[in-house]
């Protein structure tokens, strides 16, 4: 291996491990969590409702999660954009929101992320359908890298 990427590799794969050690562990002290996977024997309504149980994240399990919760989600938003960005670099070949994250992001905590985002759905209470992500693109990232956000609409195309 070139010694030049020795550093970004090495970083890269210390992050992937510690984060999959965090997760472990998060998922092993849930306790809400059904223990047996679905079967073929198991009614559609069953898996169905399995489903269920993780939902899009947004403002709603916002508010009801814990400080620990909080910082794993945004935790594991970050590792996946700093693996992406290692393996990348600034300028990849294909589109991908990952460099402007992390430059805007770069320097800012956990912390100051979770009370941000805190802050937007204490501040927008109509908003709460809004997904977390959502949230942390528009109002910190864009803002922070001084593009003005734009509304994202769905375009239909006519026969």
């Known amino acids: 291996m070139p010694k030049q ?26 306790t809400s969590k059904p223990t047996s996977k679905p079967t073929e024997s198991q009614s559609a309504s069953a898996i169905a ?7 899009f994240p947004n403002g709603e399990k916002w508010a009801t999660a ?9 935790l ?9 960005y290692q393996l990348t670099g600034e300028a990849p070949k294909y589109r991908t929101l990952v460099p402007k994250m992390v430059q805007s992001l770069d320097g800012t905590t956990l912390r100051q992320m979770m009370a941000a985002v805190d ?14 992500f959502e949230v942390i693109w528009f109002e910190i990232v ?6 003005k956000p734009q509304a994202v609409t769905p375009t239909v195309k006519e026969k």
Do not use: F, H
Not at 8 to 29: K, R
Not at 49 to 55: V, Y
């Open 76 to 84: 594991g938003i970050m590792n996946m954009a700093m693996a992406e």
């Open 5 to 30: 990427r020795l550093c970004p590799t090495t970083l890269l794969s210390l992050s992937v491990a510690i984060a999959g050690a965090g997760w472990m562990s998060a998922w092993a002290a849930d």
């Open 49 to 55: 409702s399995a489903k269920m149980e993780l939902p």
């Open 66 to 74: 814990t400080e620990r919760e909080k910082l794993s989600y945004l």
């Open 142 to 147: 864009v803002l922070k890298a001084g593009d």
């Open 119 to 132: 802050a937007y759905y204490k501040a927008n209470p109509d908003q709460q359908k809004r997904s977390i």
